[in-house]
């Protein structure tokens, strides 16, 4: 993978308990209201955190990217592409159900570049 600069990457569960328990236990249509509305407020509220708390919310996306990969790179070669210059949400913060981003990286089937692009060519970069 290659990028110019880094980017938040957050992984989240492939199954959520709370919705399957709502989805047991609930009508169908009671179910999914209070599943959309838990996913609507558990958006804002962390959009709220990583905007209020910056530091804090920098700290532990970056605890949980660092776990999804620390089998197979150090925290120099972590911080080194996963450190963003700007704080979460002011530009982009990606999710990962399942934390299906950093399989290939922890299978050695994908290694990170990043850095300045000089220029592209029909061969590469």
């Known amino acids: 993978m290659v990028q110019r600069t880094p980017s938040y990457i957050a992984a989240l569960p492939e199954l959520d308990p709370w919705a399957n328990f709502v989805n047991d236990w609930l009508p169908q249509n009671i179910a999914m209201r209070i599943n959309k509305w838990k996913a609507y407020l558990q958006g804002a509220l962390f959009y709220q955190y990583c905007t209020r708390y910056p530091d804090s919310a920098i700290k532990e996306i970056k605890a949980g990217m660092f776990a999804e ?5 150090g925290r120099e070669e972590f911080d ?4 963003p210059p700007y704080n979460p949400w002011e530009q982009r913060l990606c999710l990962a159900p399942g934390g ?3 399989r290939p990286i922890r299978e050695g089937k994908a290694t990170m570049f990043t850095g300045h692009i000089d220029h592209l060519t029909e061969n590469g970069i």
């Open 69 to 73: 990969v620390s089998s197979v790179m």
């Open 100 to 102: 299906d981003f950093f």
């Open 80 to 83: 080194r592409h996963f450190t």
